[in-house]
């Protein structure tokens, strides 16, 4: 299983970007899909999930109202709409996938997912 990030750049302050999770490899049960971000220096951070199990979403308090995170079934893709971007967005962004379906507590955690992608990066420019 391969999760291959991709979409990240340079933008300005209150622009917009739309980063996508491609899935690929043999076929796996997932239960829910994430973005994390990280910047030097710092842990990873969950960002937002999409849980299989009917269509739910969570945020991070940071991203509420700006980010939203969609799945595309017929792609096998999830991507992560970001608006109103601040320049505290810049990070590199992770997905990630959970194939384990462990409970709530571990949406935002980062060893709720078993399965990363490489990471692709934003700078937002202020």
């Known amino acids: 299983v391969q999760l291959q990030a991709s979409g990240g750049g340079l933008?300005?302050?209150?622009?917009?970007?739309?980063?996508?999770c491609a899935v690929s490899g043999r076929a796996f049960k997932w239960h829910g899909m994430a973005w994390f971000r990280q910047v030097p220096?710092?842990?990873?951070?969950f960002v937002a999930t999409f849980r299989l199990t009917g269509g739910r979403t969570y945020y991070a308090e940071f991203v509420?109202?700006?980010?939203?995170?969609?799945?595309d079934s017929t792609k096998n893709t999830v991507a992560l709409q970001m608006n109103s971007?601040?320049?505290e967005d810049t990070a590199v962004y992770f997905c990630a996938a959970d194939s384990r379906g462990r409970g709530v507590y571990?949406?935002?955690?980062?060893?709720g997912y078993d399965y990363?992608?490489?990471?692709?990066e934003l700078t937002v420019s202020s």
């Open 85 to 87: 971007l601040k320049p």
């Open 116 to 120: 990363w992608g490489q990471g692709t």
């Open 64 to 71: 509420k109202d700006r980010f939203t995170i969609s799945r």
């Open 41 to 45: 220096g710092k842990e990873r951070e």
């Open 106 to 111: 571990y949406y935002t955690q980062n060893s």
């Open 11 to 20: 933008v300005e302050a209150g622009g917009s970007l739309r980063l996508s």
